[in-house]
C-alpha cells in the first residue's frame, strides 16, 4: 500500500465536545408567549439557556421560522423577580407525544442591552 493511500487512523476514546457560541445551562422556568402576528399569548417553559437562545416546552406545536414574543421570568434572590423580553425565532422542533409539549429551540433575534445584562448576571449565578 502507497503511503499517501493509507486509511486514517481511528481515534477511539476522543470525546465530541459542541461547539456552541455560548454555554447551556440547566433551568426550568416559566414564560410568557405569543407569536408576533398575533396577540392571543400562552405559556410555557424554558428547560435550558444561554446568551442567544432556550430551549423550551411549548403547549402547542412551532413551525421553524416562527417568530415569538417571550417574556421569561426568574429570580436573582429569594425575594427578586425579573422577567426579560426577547424577540426570538424557533430554529428547531421536536415533537413530544404523550404529555401534549411541544419542544423546541429559539435563538434571540431581538434583545435589549438591559436584559441582555440581565440574563447574562442570572446565567453566572448558576455557576457560584
Known amino acids: 500500500m502507497e503511503k499517501d493511500k493509507r486509511e486514517p487512523k481511528r481515534r477511539i476514546g476522543i470525546l465530541d465536545l459542541e461547539r456552541r457560541k455560548y454555554p447551556r445551562f440547566k433551568i426550568n422556568l416559566p414564560l410568557d408567549y405569543y407569536r408576533v402576528d398575533t396577540s392571543a399569548g400562552q ?17 402547542e406545536e412551532m413551525q421553524i421560522g416562527e417568530r415569538l414574543k417571550l417574556r421569561l421570568y426568574f429570580s436573582s434572590s429569594e425575594s427578586d423577580l425579573k422577567a ?14 404523550g404529555d401534549g409539549e ?13 436584559d ?6 442570572f446565567l453566572e449565578s448558576l455557576t457560584r
Open 43 to 59: 405559556t410555557g417553559r424554558a428547560e435550558n439557556a444561554s446568551e442567544g437562545g432556550l430551549e423550551i416546552y411549548f403547549p
Open 84 to 97: 426579560i423580553e426577547v424577540l426570538a425565532e424557533v430554529v428547531w422542533i421536536d415533537i413530544l407525544s
Open 102 to 114: 411541544y419542544r423546541s429551540g429559539v435563538k434571540f433575534l431581538d434583545i435589549s442591552q438591559e
Open 116 to 121: 441582555l445584562v440581565k440574563l447574562k448576571d
